[in-house]
């Protein structure tokens, strides 16, 4: 167990509609990072947050938004959802953000939501 | 651009064989190199890393080797168990930027 966790661990929806994952992240841990794994792409940075602040985005679509809470807990939003969406989307988290001296490489990655569009 | 290239997979054995998945990498700046496991229904987890050339990293039986001089980051384990069976991800990060990179992965199957 990791300590991450992430609901839904299933979700089916349909094209157009939006759905919301949540991330906690383990106690401790101020950064939280997303990842889209699908089959054709593999594992595909999505967002990364510290401490309530965005502080790097890598392949997002416009049609997806995140934000952190002051609790840490994180949210991926997805909305106008298209077939091409189905994937597991993980969540991460680490002490201290990537990209900084103290960084040790390792991230905390939850089960995944595995999001299915229909 | 920054990248990982790992073998396709799936790699499939037998118990007890001797296991290496290929990794290169492409870096701008110094990079620290990892392997990440995926066990089927579970997140990613860190099995070893390096942060500097020449560094070998080793866990559960697991090693590889930082070569700077062949970009390269190969995992391996001299005999292979069922429990083995998993995705590997080859990654890097660059010091003092966000990217954490991985490859695409490469499924290993041991059979009894």
């Known amino acids: 167990d990791s300590g991450v966790t992430q609901t839904p661990k299933h979700l089916i929806t349909a094209t157009g509609q939006r759905v919301t994952l949540r991330c906690s992240p383990r106690s401790g841990d101020l950064s939280v990072y997303w990842y889209q794994q699908s089959l054709d792409q593999g594992l595909q940075f999505l967002i990364q947050?510290?401490?309530?602040?965005?502080?790097a985005k890598g392949n997002i679509l416009e049609r997806f938004s995140a934000q952190q809470f002051p609790d840490l807990h994180s949210e991926l939003n997805l909305s106008s959802l298209e077939l091409g969406d189905s994937a597991l989307y993980f969540c991460?988290?680490?002490?201290?953000?990537?990209?900084?001296?103290?960084?040790?490489?390792?991230?905390?990655f939850g089960e995944g939501s595995r999001l299915t569009v229909l | 651009g920054d990248s990982v290239t790992q073998m396709e997979g799936p790699v499939t054995l037998s118990e007890e064989a001797f296991l290496t998945i290929n990794c290169t990498y492409t870096?701008?700046?110094?990079?620290?190199l990892f392997w990440y496991v995926q066990y089927p229904g579970e997140g990613l987890q860190l099995l070893l890393k390096a942060t500097k050339a020449d560094d070998k990293g080793s866990n559960k039986g697991f090693e590889a080797t930082y070569r700077k001089e062949t970009t390269s980051f190969h995992l391996e384990k001299g005999s292979v168990q069922v429990s083995d069976s998993a995705v590997y991800f080859c990654a890097l990060t660059i010091y003092n930027t966000d990217k954490l990179i991985f490859g695409t992965g490469t499924r290993l199957q041991v059979f009894p």
């Open positions: 870096a701008t700046g110094y990079p620290s």
């Open positions: 991460a988290s680490s002490v201290v953000p990537l990209g900084t001296s103290g960084f040790t490489g390792e991230l905390f």
């Open positions: 947050y510290y401490n309530g602040e965005e502080r």
